[in-house]
C-alpha cells in the first residue's frame, strides 16, 4: 500500500562535527518499525571503512523508516538524510536540504554552538525549512545544558521551551523528537502524484551489476517498474529496472509517488548521462521545465594525482569517473608532466576533501598515487586587456605580460575560548590576515572575524589552530572574492633542469623562506648519486634559494699498493672527469614519495 502524502516527514540532520548526527541516526533507525534488529550496528549509515576509521561521515545517506503511532494508529513515513558536518563537505548537506521540508540541527551540549552550527543553519533558511533545535549528549558528566540552550537562544534566535534535550547514545528523550517531526515538520505539499513528472537527482553511485544508480525525491507525478524516464539536462532516455526506497537495507519497489525518496537503476552505462541536480521525467508525457537544479559549486583547492605506475594511467581514470558520479563536488581534467607523466588535475572544496578522495582510490581501486603540493585559482590580468584564471602553476604566464594578479580570499570565523585568543590573533597576523572583527559571543567565549588569502589556509592552518586552541576552537570560511596580490611562480630546479610538479605560486614576501624549507626537505628526501646535484629555487630566472646533494664517493685508489704517484694522479684525474661527464648527462631519480612526504611536511 502506497503512503499518504500527508503521512511523509522528509527532513535531515545537520550539525558541526562530532555532535552526534550519526548516533542520532541510529537510535532513529532502531525505533522503526521496518528495522531488523539483527542488522543493527554503530554507524549504519557510515557506509565507508573510511568514515568509520575517522569518525566522520563523508558522503550524505538517504533511508525510509516507518513509525507507527499508537494514538492514532497510523503509519508515518520518514524519509531521513544524514549528512556530513565538516567544513569541505557543505556541498553535501545542501544538496540534503534541497530534498526535505526539515531538518534537525544538532548542539552537542558539551562543546556548544560552533563555526558549523551556524553555517548549517544559514543553509537550511536559505532553503525554507521547518527547524527543529536539538542539544545532544546530555548524558554525559561535563554537559551543560542550560549554557547552550542560552546559546541556541542568544545567537541563532530560538525558543528555549522548543529545544528537545536528548542522548542519542542512550536514547534518552527519542520518542519526544520522533513526536516533534510527527507535529512540527509539514508533509510535501504543492506535490501531486496525478501531474506530469518531475523527479530531482539529488545523489548518485555506481555499481559494477546495476551500472549507474540515482538518488531522487519525487517533486510530483509517479515513477514505475519498466516505465521509460529521460534525464531533462542530457536528453538521454532509458527504461527503469530496478526502483525501490532504502530502510537502511535496499527494498525493491514497484511504483514510488510525489513526496517520496528512492533510487532507481536504469540499465545507465554511462557516468556522464547522470548528473547531479538533474530532472527525471516522463519520456512520453514530459514535464515541459525541470525542477530548479544545484548551484554548481566552485572548487577551492587544486592539486595533481599520478599513479606511481603509469601504466595504470587509464585504471585511474576509470576510478575518477566513478568517484565523481556519486561526489559532483569533484571537478578534474587530464594532464601531462615532464616528471611524472600522465596524470589527473582535480579541483576539491578543501584538504580534507582532498585527503578522502585520494584515499578512496587508494582503497577502492587499490591505486598508488603520487600527489602533488595543492594550489587555489588565480586571476590574472594581462597587458594585452585579458583576464585568464590559472590553477596550475605550469600555466603560470611569463611575467612581462603581467598587469596585475588576483589571488581568492575568504571570509574567516572562529570561535575559541578567551585563553587562547592572543595566540589566534598572532596565527591569523603571520598568515596575512586582514582584521575585520572581534565579538563576543559569551562572557569567555569570543568569534573572531578575519579576511584571509586561501592559499594561506589550504596548508596546515587548521592543524595549527586546533594545535593551539588544544581542538577547543573550530573555524569556518566563505567566499568573498579576488582581491589584488604580489604573487610569483617559484621554480624548483634538479641539476640546473626544471622539475615542473614541483614549481609553486605563494606571496612574494613568503617565497624565500618556502623556497628554502623545500630546498632542504628534497636534499632529505632525494638520494645521494655518483654525481654532486644543486638543488634551486628560482623566480623569473633568479635563484633564491640553494642545497648540495654531495656526491657519492668511490675510493678508485683502493686498487693501487704502490707504484709511481703518477699512476695515482691519472685515476684521481679520470674520476673527477666521469663525474663531470655525469652531471653534465646524468639524469636525478626522483623516488616517487618525495612529491607525497612534501605534501604533508607544508
Not at 527532513?11 to 555532535?19: E, G, L, R, Y
Not at 532502531?30 to 549504519?44: C, F, L, S, V
Request: hydrophobic fraction near 40%.
Amino acid at each position: 500500500m502506497l503512503p499518504k502524502l500527508q503521512l511523509i516527514r522528509n527532513f535531515c540532520i545537520i550539525a558541526h562535527i562530532d555532535h552526534g548526527k550519526s548516533t542520532l541516526s541510529d537510535r532513529l533507525i532502531e525505533r522503526a518499525i521496518n528495522t531488523n534488529p539483527h542488522k543493527m550496528k554503530n554507524q549504519i549509515l557510515d557506509s565507508m571503512d573510511l568514515e568509520r576509521e575517522r569518525g566522520i561521515t563523508i558522503k550524505l545517506n538517504a533511508v525510509q523508516l516507518i513509525y507507527h503511532e499508537k494514538q492514532e494508529n497510523v503509519n508515518y513515513f520518514f524519509h531521513l538524510i544524514d549528512t556530513p558536518g565538516h567544513v569541505d563537505f557543505t556541498y553535501e548537506v545542501s544538496r540534503s536540504l534541497a530534498a526535505c521540508e526539515g531538518a534537525l540541527l544538532i548542539v552537542d551540549a558539551t562543546q556548544g554552538v560552533q563555526a558549523q552550527t551556524i553555517s548549517n543553519l544559514y543553509l537550511a533558511i536559505a532553503n525554507n525549512l521547518t527547524i527543529i533545535p536539538v542539544i545532544n549528549k546530555i548524558d554525559l558528566k561535563n554537559a551543560d545544558v542550560e549554557k547552550t540552550k542560552k546559546q541556541l537562544q542568544t545567537i541563532l534566535g530560538f525558543d528555549p521551551k522548543k529545544i528537545i534535550c536528548i542522548s542519542a547514545k542512550t536514547g534518552q528523550n527519542i520518542d519526544q523528537l520522533i513526536n516533534a517531526i510527527i507535529t512540527q515538520i509539514p508533509y510535501p505539499k504543492n506535490n501531486d502524484k496525478n501531474l506530469k513528472l518531475q523527479a530531482l537527482i539529488f545523489d548518485s553511485y555506481y555499481d559494477k551489476y546495476l551500472g549507474a544508480v540515482c538518488y531522487f525525491r519525487i517533486k510530483n507525478g509517479t515513477i514505475k517498474l519498466g516505465q521509460k524516464i529521460k534525464m531533462m539536462a542530457s536528453n538521454k532516455s532509458f527504461i527503469v529496472s530496478s526502483l525501490g526506497v532504502k530502510t537502511p537495507e535496499f527494498i525493491s519497489k514497484n511504483e514510488l509517488v510525489a513526496g517520496e525518496v528512492g533510487w532507481l537503476a536504469a540499465n545507465i552505462k554511462s557516468i556522464k548521462d547522470i548528473s547531479i541536480g538533474d530532472t527525471i521525467t516522463d519520456f512520453l508525457q514530459p514535464a515541459t521545465s525541470p525542477l530548479p537544479g544545484y548551484k554548481k559549486i566552485q572548487p577551492m583547492v587544486f592539486c595533481s594525482f599520478y599513479p606511481v605506475d603509469n601504466t595504470k594511467y587509464n585504471e585511474l581514470k576509470i576510478a575518477m569517473e566513478k568517484i565523481n558520479l556519486s561526489d559532483s563536488s569533484l571537478v578534474y581534467e587530464y594532464e601531462t608532466s615532464q616528471s611524472l607523466g600522465f596524470g589527473i588535475r582535480c579541483g576539491f572544496l578543501g584538504l580534507l576533501h582532498l585527503d578522502v578522495i585520494k584515499e578512496r582510490i587508494a582503497r577502492e581501486y587499490g591505486l598508488n598515487l603520487i600527489v602533488t603540493p595543492p594550489s587555489v585559482k588565480i586571476r590574472i590580468d594581462l597587458t594585452n586587456g585579458k583576464t585568464i584564471e590559472i590553477n596550475n602553476p605550469l600555466n603560470f604566464p611569463n611575467p612581462t605580460t603581467i598587469a596585475k594578479i588576483n589571488e581568492p580570499c575568504v571570509k574567516l570565523s572562529i570561535f575559541t575560548p578567551d585563553q587562547f585568543l592572543g595566540d589566534l590573533l598572532k596565527l591569523c597576523q603571520n598568515n596575512r590576515g586582514k582584521y575585520i572583527d572581534l565579538i563576543a559571543i559569551e562572557h569567555n567565549r569570543k568569534e573572531i572575524i578575519y579576511e584571509m588569502p586561501l592559499i594561506e589556509i589550504i596548508y596546515s592552518f587548521f592543524d595549527q589552530l586546533k594545535s593551539i586552541s588544544k581542538g577547543y576552537a573550530t573555524m569556518e570560511y566563505e567566499w568573498i572574492g579576488y582581491k589584488p596580490s604580489n604573487l610569483v611562480k617559484v621554480d624548483l630546479l634538479l641539476n640546473q633542469k626544471k622539475v615542473d610538479a614541483l614549481s609553486f605560486i605563494c606571496h612574494k614576501s613568503q617565497a624565500f623562506l618556502k623556497a628554502r624549507k623545500i630546498c632542504q626537505k628534497l636534499k632529505q628526501l632525494i638520494p645521494r648519486h655518483q654525481f654532486e646535484i644543486p638543488i634551486q629555487a628560482a623566480i623569473n630566472g633568479k635563484i633564491i634559494a640553494r642545497e648540495n646533494i654531495k656526491a657519492l664517493y668511490k675510493n678508485v685508489l683502493a686498487k693501487c699498493y704502490g707504484g709511481d704517484v703518477s699512476r695515482k694522479k691519472k685515476l684521481l684525474q679520470q674520476q673527477k672527469e666521469g663525474k663531470k661527464k655525469m652531471k653534465a648527462l646524468g639524469s636525478v631519480s626522483v623516488p616517487h614519495d618525495v612529491f607525497t612526504k612534501l605534501l604533508s611536511d607544508e
